[in-house]
């Protein structure tokens, strides 16, 4: 089992920054991949941003690609995801997942909210 907590959403204008991050307990931390999806309101859940167990394959979407930088800190046990140049069409919940099995996200957080106003 893993729980993960999000923080670090908030409201901010465009071509701003914000550093979410993602707390991950439970299962040893560096044995798993872990990723950022993010919803916006009447849309589907969409992925952002993935980094392999040791950080050193990651993967974006094309919409954040070059603005948005994903890393990990295996100490401490958390996931991070830079958010630069941020654009109104970023706004949505932002959620970390954690990969165990390399076969689909199983666990997930609860959720942190970004607004980027225009």
């Known amino acids: 089992q893993v729980q993960l907590v999000e923080s670090g959403g908030g409201l901010v204008q465009a071509g701003g920054s914000l550093r979410l991050s993602c707390a991950a307990s439970?299962?040893?931390?560096?044995?798993?991949?872990m990723g950022w999806f993010r919803q916006a309101p009447g849309k589907e859940r969409e992925f952002v941003a993935a980094?392999?167990?040791?950080?050193?394959?990651?993967y974006y979407a094309d919409s954040v690609k070059g603005r948005f930088t994903i890393s990990r800190d295996n100490a401490k046990n958390t996931v991070y995801l830079q958010m630069n140049s941020l654009k109104p069409e970023d706004t949505a919940v932002y959620y970390c997942?954690?990969?165990?099995?390399?076969?689909?996200?199983?666990?997930w957080g609860q959720g942190t909210q970004v607004t980027v106003s225009s």
């Open positions: 997942a954690a990969d165990l099995e390399a076969g689909g996200y199983d666990y």
């Open positions: 439970g299962r040893t931390f560096s044995s798993y991949a």
């Open positions: 980094i392999s167990w040791s950080g050193g394959s990651t």
